[in-house]
């Protein structure tokens, strides 16, 4: 087994899915851009919120579909016409997933020092409201997305969150759009990295030049964890264990077909590898 990880451009699962994100269908091109700082994300009222919200779209990013396993009790997923029970231990590095109807579960074990990269969700505001509270919004405004999307987004100049004011009148007006954010992949912070990617520790600093490489040092000098991507996926990284008791011939032969189904796009399509090009 040799796969190689096919990184899906965000510009394309942006323009596949742009309106989840877009509150107004407006060209804001010539819209200027506006400072625009948004408080109180400590403040328990946004913090039920953004609960709220997570949980109506079901913990999963709006934007990517990456989705969390490492929640409590697991993530129900369906994979083809199977229900599927998605569970991932990061601290012994196995990742597991359990077949529906059939009494089957399929391990992934990854060699040590390798995990996948988890998303961590926020909610996202489609527009903002100038001194409006930033929980004081209409449901359909607010979308859940994973950091790395989130930050992605902010950083795009030709999308730009659309800032309104408010009027006494009741109407409101147009001012602007945020100013874009510099997205930058910190490597202690497995939150900006591409949810599922697959990631190596690195304790040596090894291969690393210029700022990584400082970056690296500082980070162990604070005594953080230091991450690389890593882009192929073989026997020496994953070893994988089915469980099942088929009670005959017939049984066992329909479950090698949902095992190899299972097993094929949980790699393909969940973590977006594909076989190396002979």
Known sequence: MNLHKNYKSSYIIKEDIINLIEMHNKDKAS???????????????????SNIIKARDNYTCQLCLAFNPMAEGGMFIKQGEFYTLHYYDWEKNKYIIGVQDYDLSINF???????????RFNV???IYYRNRKIWDYQDDCLVTLCEYCHHYIHSLTD?????VEERKDGTT???????????????TDLGTFQPFALVKENKWGIGLKGQDLKDFWRAKNENKKWFDYYDLLNDNVVHIAVFNDPNNMHEYEETKVVIDFIITDFFERILGFSKMQQ
């Open 31 to 49: 819209l200027c851009f506006v400072n625009e700082r948004q408080t109180g994300y400590d403040d328990q009222r946004w913090v039920e919120k």
């Open 173 to 187: 007006k147009l001012i602007g759009k945020t100013r874009p954010k510099p997205y930058e992949l910190n490597h």
């Open 109 to 119: 074990d990854f060699t040590y020092g390798f995990h996948l990269a988890m998303p």
């Open 159 to 163: 999308v730009g969150i659309p800032i």
């Open 124 to 126: 996202h505001h489609k």
